[in-house]
């Protein structure tokens, strides 16, 4: 598969000269000049002949010059490097997809996905817009790279093949780095970092690990754990961002919003288990369940005045407590 995008456009553009049963046995002049206008840019004949060659080569396209005819053709009757046609609105949702991807890049395991989409637009779009990068067609939030995302590839191939890993970890707070034989279960990414859900055997119980805080990632000698009633969804059900709490019960938190603010809070909820519980000219209250997390009281302070907690009261006294301190940071 050619690595070039434009010389995979031009091969399209030099197989569909070649199949038009209307101008058969086209001049190299005529594929020049479609290649010029489909993708506005010069090109040289010496660069179609080497384009038609590269085309023998990838796809065993049985090109040749006929003579009599005084143009190319295909030898084999019915040929064509179109073995999967797409149509328009296919083409149009790979674009989108691949627009999207070239702002997600930044890891080996996004290029390999950005290259895979790439090779099926490449090979069978013909036109493009010209003149406008990615940028100026989707732009989505640009994470700060918190690092840990050469991990990626190697945990995912071992979610993959149910394989142990022998990981260095250290955790927040702490200066020294421990080894876990780690059977990891599910990546996840929350607010641009990514963190890793296993089971370790230095702890015998379940952790969900920050990348970042990978210091080194080798195979294990150990045995795979397998969790059998393991459940993505149902682990994560009652968390709020990334935390799992062990051993703990969620509680119903009740959150009363600005009218203004509300419509910010219903039209993106905090949490999937969210529901409005009253709604007037004076405030919205919202009820979410979920543990009660460090990351759910940051979210709730990054409302500011415009949110107050209702209840549950070890929560309101925490924000509480959380405001109190930051005042006295301003005396």
């Known amino acids: 598969m050619p690595k070039n995008k434009n010389a995979m456009l031009r091969f399209r553009i030099i197989d569909g000269c070649l199949t038009n049963k209307l101008k058969p046995y086209p001049k190299l002049q005529f594929i020049k000049e479609k290649i010029e206008e489909q993708l506005m840019t010069e090109i040289s004949e010496s660069m179609i002949n080497k384009d038609m060659s590269e085309m023998k080569k990838v796809y065993n396209a049985p090109i040749k010059y006929d003579k009599y005819n005084e143009g190319y053709c295909y030898t084999q009757q019915g040929f064509t490097i179109k073995e999967f046609p797409l149509t328009t609105e296919e083409i149009s949702a790979l674009d989108f997809s691949t627009a999207l991807l070239h702002q997600l890049s930044g890891s080996k395991i996004f290029d390999q996905f950005e290259n895979a989409i790439n090779k099926v637009i490449e090979g069978y779009r013909i036109s ?9 067609l989707i732009q989505v939030e640009e994470p700060v790279k918190s690092g840990g995302s050469q991990w990626l590839e190697p945990l995912l191939n071992a979610i993959v093949q149910k394989q142990s890993v022998l990981l260095t970890y250290t955790k927040y707070g702490e200066q020294i780095p421990k080894d876990h034989h780690f059977s990891p279960c599910i990546l996840k990414e929350y607010r641009n970092r990514w963190y890793v859900t296993g089971y370790s055997k230095r702890s015998e119980m379940m952790l969900i690990l920050a990348l970042d805080r990978v210091t080194n990632l080798a195979a294990s000698n150990e045995k795979y754990v397998h969790q059998p009633n393991f459940n993505p969804d149902e682990f994560f059900k009652y968390s709020f961002g990334i935390t799992q709490v ?28 969210q529901k409005i519980l009253l709604e007037s000219s004076e405030e919205v ?17 990054s409302y500011g005045e415009s949110v107050k907690v209702v209840s549950p009261v070890n929560l309101r006294e925490a924000i509480k407590d959380r405001i109190i301190k930051m005042a006295a940071q301003y005396k």
């Open 285 to 301: 209250q919202v009820s979410l369940n979920v543990y009660i997390t460090h990351e759910l009281i940051m979210t709730i302070l």
């Open 128 to 136: 493009k817009i010209i003149g406008k990068s990615e940028r100026q």
């Open 246 to 273: 062990h051993d703990a019960m969620p509680e119903t938190i009740v959150l009363s919003f600005t009218p203004f603010q509300a419509q910010y809070v219903i039209g993106q909820p905090l949490h999937h288990s």
